[in-house]
């Protein structure tokens, strides 16, 4: 799929991908674009009725018709336009509604797909630039909606033009057979007239648009510095979660500085400039060709008119259906145009959902054992990230031993972190292979092997709903049970002073009456969820890095009571928090340094533990901490 916009592209690709687009709006409602056709035609109906109707009255005054006659064929007249018009407003407002659905859909289509894609994916530099992309284009027009409505106003002008055709022939043929030599040139002439009005109104629509094919580049891209940071300037910099720093700091004005350079930056005018050329020459150049055709046809069918060639009634007839096919005309190329490029807009966006996964899916069920004796190894096991040449994780083995306690401990930046990623599959490695009793992690399915790690990461998020789902992370919870997790995790005191207890909104995302909870508090309701998940494998990836030596010990070694003999792996820089393992594995650059006890690890005056140890040991003393019962 060709999601570049810096290039022409030729009439038969604008062509695929407006179908492209038009097929995945059409999936997420079949009968919305057939709905909109008979709202169009309703539409459509009213204004050639009225325009039969006064054809009709100036040839029946011609004719000397009774005036009950013409009364009542005025009167029907009315009351259909009336019935149509109804009509056509109901069904429009419901046919709104079924719009904002799609459209609520289509942005629920690409989260789902984000929520489900790889998390490798998620992390790699192509990911990372696609959605950078779908970002810049859907800055332009309304997004999705742009299409919807090109869409229909397409739909529209195409069955107006029908509706000229079909009133409007009967006009034609008598004229034909008429024999007349003016009507012959009068229908020549307003060939003529439409096809040198098509071909303007095209070609400057060329000139006109390019520039809205121009691609808005990222500063990395950008040859001459300038990028388009309108984002960043009047979105999320000024947003309620930099509020706090913006006023501590001062930082309102380094922002607003960005903003005007933005808004001054010749580039950025340029752009502008451009826009409003185009749009001004697409305004005049396009008027006068559709003004011009449209006034040498009113000439030509008042000199026919004159000539006693038709009645008066079809002069009306004949020149309302003219105006309304060649405005139709216009209001076709322009909407193609536009179509053509809202659709080439989305590309971006399709590409996002089309994306396949790269990991292997496995199809075998994980044996569910009450005994919880799943024996976990790494083998060999070498992994670098996405668009990196340094390896996270070089020649790792290890085996974790059913119902331990291990302390993974190292410098940031050793891989702790990229091992528990290995670990829970989000990754897969490069280089050898991590088993489950003994077979191959990737041969099981990713859901049923999930189900067994729960996790507290060193970055983990709370969501904006109610306490008791945070905990539970479904709809449907055991209240009784939420409770008592959030207890163990030390979060008792805080539920007993919240009116509403497990049922509080968190945040105020989507309830006024939420509450903020601090970062301590959240921690512990992290904790929380990992009780209540109930894994054989938990493990705590440093989410306590923010808390002072001594509470993280008190966290780390109740969390160890609560979880009983599962097994439990802590990760931290804290190498006085971890003491209470049973094994303590030392990780530098990205490889396993050492492996033992707290005891045999400190024994040895040459490792890598004994050298964080008494660095960090020097630090507690200087500042006369004392943690874990010792003073170290």
Not at 38 to 60: F, R
Request: with cysteine; aromatic share 12%; net charge positive.
């Amino acid at each position: 799929m060709n999601t570049d916009l810096t290039g022409k592209l030729p009439l038969r690709e604008h062509v695929g991908n407006i179908r492209k687009v038009l097929k995945f709006v059409r999936s997420m409602d079949k009968n919305y674009f057939r709905i909109v056709c008979v709202t169009h035609v309703l539409d459509i109906g009213v204004p050639y009725v009225e325009l039969l109707l006064s054809a009709y009255i100036l040839d029946a005054i011609g004719a000397h018709r009774s005036f009950r006659e013409m009364m009542t064929v005025v009167f029907c007249c009315i009351a259909v336009i009336l019935a149509m018009r109804f009509v056509a407003s109901t069904i429009r407002n419901r046919m709104e509604v079924r719009r904002q659905h799609m459209y609520y859909l289509y942005s629920g289509v690409v989260q789902a797909r984000m929520l489900n894609m790889d998390f490798s994916r998620i992390d790699s530099p192509e990911v990372k630039k696609l959605k950078d992309r779908i970002r810049v284009d859907n800055n332009w027009g309304a997004g999705v909606n742009s299409v919807i409505w090109n869409g229909n106003n397409i739909l529209y002008h195409l069955l107006d033009m029908v509706g000229a055709v079909v009133l409007g022939a009967p006009v034609v043929v008598y004229l034909i057979r008429s024999g007349s030599v003016a009507a012959w040139l009068m229908l020549a002439g307003v060939l003529v007239l439409s096809a040198w009005s098509l071909r303007m109104q095209v070609r400057f629509k060329k000139l006109t648009d390019a520039y809205r094919y121009t691609e808005l580049k990222t500063v990395e891209e950008k040859e001459d510095g300038f990028s388009f940071c309108w984002p960043f300037a009047f979105g999320d910099g000024f947003s309620y979660k930099n509020g706090k720093d913006i006023r501590i700091y001062g930082s309102y004005e380094l922002m607003k500085r960005w903003t005007t350079e933005v808004l001054r930056h010749k580039g950025f005018r340029s752009l502008l400039l451009k826009g409003a050329w185009g749009d001004a020459g697409d305004s005049f150049f396009g008027s006068m060709a559709y003004s011009a055709v449209n006034g040498a046809s009113y000439l030509i069918v008042a000199i026919i008119a004159l000539a006693g060639t038709i009645t008066v009634g079809n002069v009306i007839r004949f020149a309302g259906c003219l105006s309304r096919l060649l405005h139709s005309l216009k209001g076709l190329i322009d909407n193609l145009t536009y179509l053509a490029l809202a659709a080439r807009k989305q590309l971006s966006t399709l590409a996002l959902i089309g994306l396949e996964d790269e990991m292997y899916k496995g199809k075998l069920p994980v044996e569910k054992r009450r005994d919880n004796k799943y024996q976990i190894e790494f083998r060999n096991v070498s992994f670098r990230y996405p668009g990196s040449e340094r390896y996270a994780l070089k020649n790792f083995s290890l085996k974790l031993t059913i119902g331990e306690k291990l302390a993974i401990v190292g410098m940031n930046g050793s891989g702790k972190t990229t091992m528990i990623k290995l670990l829970c599959r989000l990754y897969d490695p490069e280089e050898g292979e991590i088993l489950l009793n003994g077979v191959d992690i990737r041969k099981f399915r990713q859901d049923e092997y999930s189900r067994l790690f729960s996790v507290v990461f060193q970055d983990y998020k709370l969501f904006p709903f109610r306490l008791a789902e945070n905990v539970a992370v479904d709809l449907d919870y055991d209240g009784g049970y939420v409770k008592k997790c959030l207890e163990d995790a030390d979060f008792g005191e805080r539920l007993s002073c919240l009116e509403k207890g497990i049922h509080t909104w968190l945040y105020k995302d989507y309830d006024d009456s939420g509450v903020e909870i601090s970062g301590g508090e959240a921690q512990k309701v992290a904790i929380a969820r990992a009780i209540y998940k109930d894994a054989p494998f938990i493990l705590l990836d440093e989410p306590t890095a923010a808390l002072d030596p001594i509470a993280e010990y008190e966290i780390y070694t109740n969390f160890d009571r609560i979880v009983g003999t599962k097994t439990a792996i802590y990760i931290s820089h804290r190498l006085s928090s971890c003491r209470f393992c049973e094994k303590i594995a030392v990780f530098h650059e990205g490889e396993l340094a050492q492996l033992g006890s707290h005891e045999e690890l400190l024994a040895d005056r040459e490792g890598k533990y004994f050298q964080l140890w008494s660095a960090q040991a020097r630090y507690y003393r200087d500042n006369g901490i004392e943690v874990a019962g010792v003073r170290c």
